[in-house]
């Protein structure tokens, strides 16, 4: 490890770094503090240093050679940056706290062509053929979130709507699944508008009035609205839920919809109007709100007869009514122009932490939702109850009462000749950390070939990683050189760190880079200190 302080030190040999403010004029840096985000600078005429933040700062022109000092370093042995800076700073930040940046992830994503592969196939399988489920496996540190990430960003590119949820014990709890609805149905991302969260199930209900075909494909302008739902149920494109939210959608907007007019809003007070839109996403959505039947009778009053408004409960055997309720949703996103549905699910080793009987219906929503995302019930049979099929009524149970004991788990669309194709427009992806309840459960729930363990990242790839983190800290910081001899030496530590398991993960691999340069930067004195310590942990 020698090289790596012979060659820390030259690079930091040079004159202490010049540098102007917009308001204290020129100085000279004399430490940094912070990380590197604050800087204590002698300015040009006071008397002390002074402490600023380090994005005030900008590189002063280099003083000429013969005016004293030492020269820098010649350009050719700089190791120089190709990034923006604001993009590389954010980027940094987060490998400082070890999480997974969000912007740029192909830039610093190594090892993972593989997995890359197989979500490209798994989501031209869901835009030209069916629904598909698969589950990732994969120690702590390995890069599942980033993974999921990365395919919700293919995802976006290729049209669809994605959404990720993050399980828990609590909030977002599988043994739940209004409340993992919930959360689903809040963190939609759309195609057209990748970077805004939260914007729900609006912007899909305004695009599907806009749409030509789409109300028709939900049987929302038929002349049936006054039938039994039991009797609907049956019609091509019907859905419990969907089609009277559509319906009464439809009446409470002026937007233009498919055939072209503009449909008079009610004859009521604009606030009223604009109440009823509110309590009726606020149901559909999974928020809480007044009662169904309150919604139904407000709806009534005001457009008339648009279908009845069933209840969404927040009750643990109703796993198959959401499974049908975000398969419908796929469907949707499908007949209004996107690809489908991208449901993505990280941290589902929870499900080891719950209590026996939310393990149970934990179970229930893991095998119901695979069902309706691939439209195929798990062929696994449950050893606890020799079923043939996991996904059977008898194993994993039927809520709701009346007419939603009978909905299917999977939202068939029998779209006209002319029209899309709007079944099997789902994909679900779940990340967990192995542990053996948790397999166990995830095997009932997805077949064996759909079923992926991550890969150990090999020595190449952390060589790879441990470049492409410094080309971002060289591009954050273009005014502090570099040295390009200290990146293949720092990788020479990383594998030292990784064969002594000091580092045992990608996370922690990317942490120490970025920790290790900002003392090279800020506190040069203090590299070869860390270096030492270092040796000393891999020799004891």
């Known amino acids: 490890m020698s090289d790596i302080m012979t060659t820390a030190a030259r690079s930091t040999s040079v004159p202490r770094e010049r540098v102007r403010h917009p308001l204290h004029g020129a100085g000279e840096v004399r430490a940094w503090r912070r990380g590197g985000r604050d800087a204590v600078v002698a300015f040009d005429g006071r008397a002390l240093p002074i402490e600023v933040p380090a994005r005030e700062l900008s590189a002063e022109t280099p003083r000429d050679e013969g005016a004293g000092g030492s020269s820098p370093p010649a350009e050719s042995a700089r190791f120089r940056g190709t990034r923006e800076r604001e993009l590389a700073m954010r980027s940094l930040e987060a490998m400082r706290l070890g999480v997974v940046p969000s912007a740029d992830l192909s830039a610093y994503t190594v090892g993972r062509q593989a997995e890359l592969d197989l979500v490209d196939a798994d989501l031209a399988r869901v835009a030209t053929q069916r629904g598909c489920v698969r589950a990732w496996f994969g120690d702590y540190g390995t890069g599942k979130t980033h993974l999921l990430e990365m395919i919700q960003q293919r995802a976006l590119s290729q049209g669809f709507l994605t959404t990720e949820v993050t399980l828990d014990q609590e909030e977002t709890s599988p043994a739940h699944p209004k409340r993992v609805y919930r959360s689903l149905v809040r963190g939609l991302r759309y195609p057209d508008r990748p970077f805004e969260e939260g914007a729900g199930l609006e912007p899909l209900f305004d695009r599907a009035l806009a749409t030509d075909g789409a109300l028709e494909a939900f049987a ?77 009778r407000e709806l009534g009053s005001l457009v008339g007869r648009a279908g009845r408004i069933y209840s969404l409960l927040d009750y643990r055997p109703w796993s198959r009514i959401f499974g049908y309720l975000v398969s419908g949703i796929a469907a949707l996103a499908r007949a209004a122009g996107y690809q489908g549905l991208v449901v993505l699910f990280d941290e589902a080793e929870f499900y080891s932490l719950l209590s026996r009987a939310n393990r149970e219906f934990a179970r229930h929503l893991f095998i119901a939702w695979s069902e309706a995302a691939s439209g195929d019930r798990p062929a696994t049979a449950s050893p606890a109850s020799g079923s043939e099929f996991a996904g059977s009524d008898e194993e994993i149970g039927v809520g709701g009462y009346g007419i939603m004991r009978e909905l299917p788990a999977h939202f068939d669309v029998i779209a006209s000749a002319a029209g899309p194709a709007l079944s099997g427009t789902f994909y679900l992806g779940l990340a967990m950390t192995p542990n053996p309840s948790g397999e166990a459960v995830i095997a009932q729930a997805v077949p064996e070939p759909q079923r992926h363990a991550l890969a150990a990242l090999s020595a190449d790839d952390y060589q790879r990683l441990c470049e492409r983190v410094c080309d971002f800290y060289a591009s954050a910081w273009p005014d502090w050189t570099l040295q390009a001899a200290i990146v293949p030496a720092l990788s020479r530590v990383v594998s030292e760190l990784l064969r002594s398991r000091y580092i045992e993960n990608p996370r922690q691999a990317m942490k120490f880079i970025v920790e290790f340069l900002d003392i090279a930067r800020s506190q040069p004195e203090g590299v070869a200190p860390m270096v030492r310590k270092i040796q000393s942990s891999l020799l004891f």
């Open 220 to 296: 929302v302008q038929r002349p049936a609205l006054d039938r039994p739902a039991r009797l609907r149920l049956a019609e091509p494109g019907f859905h419990l839920y969907l089609t009277p939210a559509l319906s009464a959608w439809q009446a409470l907007s002026s937007q233009p919809h498919a055939a072209g007019q503009a449909p008079a809003p009610p004859a009521e007070p604009p606030a009223r109007v604009r109440r009823s839109r509110d309590l009726l996403m606020d149901w559909l959505e999974g928020l809480p709100t007044v009662s169904n039947q309150d919604i139904d």
